[in-house]
């Protein structure tokens, strides 16, 4: 993740310090020459949501579209299309429960249930620690070992609910077990 002087400064006063723009230019500049002239904006922004603590803000989104030609509205558009994107502040670690067909027969509600209770939040909301936001996310492409949930890049399988004080702890900890 970035510097919380980046974060703060795109994010909260809505304006874009010098080096949140030398940033910007450099992400988009070496997406483009990872894919040879063209650009990939899921790659392009995962990068800044990873920069920019778990969320896109609008003046970020607005120079991103500035240096790719693009309007604004496209990228926000993009942006809103994608579940795992968002423009809303988000914790330091997000938890996305699969809820599709077959996390939801293998026990999809009692997970959600169980994380709703150790956290105290609600599914979209976040802790008041700032440590992980809640979300309901479609197929993760794990369904093999449903139920199934990613806490920032790391999967986990075959939970059951007493699986969830351990692995919130670790990622408290600094930890993927
Ligand atoms: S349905 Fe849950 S991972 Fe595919």
Redesign the pocket.
């Known amino acids: 993740m970035g510097s919380d002087k980046a974060v703060q400064s795109a994010g909260k006063a809505g304006a874009l310090s010098e080096e949140d723009r030398v940033f910007l230019q450099e992400v988009v500049e070496r997406d483009r020459a990872e894919h040879h002239g063209r650009l990939s904006y899921m790659d392009i922004m995962f990068d800044l949501e990873h920069h920019y603590g778990n969320s896109l803000p609008g003046a970020v989104l607005g120079e991103v579209a500035r240096l790719v030609g693009a309007p604004a509205s496209q990228l926000n558009g993009f942006v809103t299309f994608y579940t795992m994107l968002s423009t809303e502040p988000r914790g330091q670690h997000v938890i996305r429960v699969?809820t599709?067909?077959?996390?939801h027969v293998t026990g999809?509600p009692s997970i959600v249930a169980e994380l709703k209770r150790l956290l105290g939040v609600e599914l979209g909301e976040t802790t008041s620690d700032g440590m992980f936001t809640l979300e309901a996310s479609s197929?993760?492409?794990?369904?093999g070992v449903?139920?199934?949930l990613m806490i920032d890049d790391d999967a986990y399988g075959n939970l059951t609910s007493g699986d969830l004080p351990r692995i919130l702890a670790a990622k408290r900890a600094g930890g993927a077990q």
């Open positions: 699969c599709s067909g077959p996390c999809a197929c993760l492409g794990i369904c449903s139920p199934a």
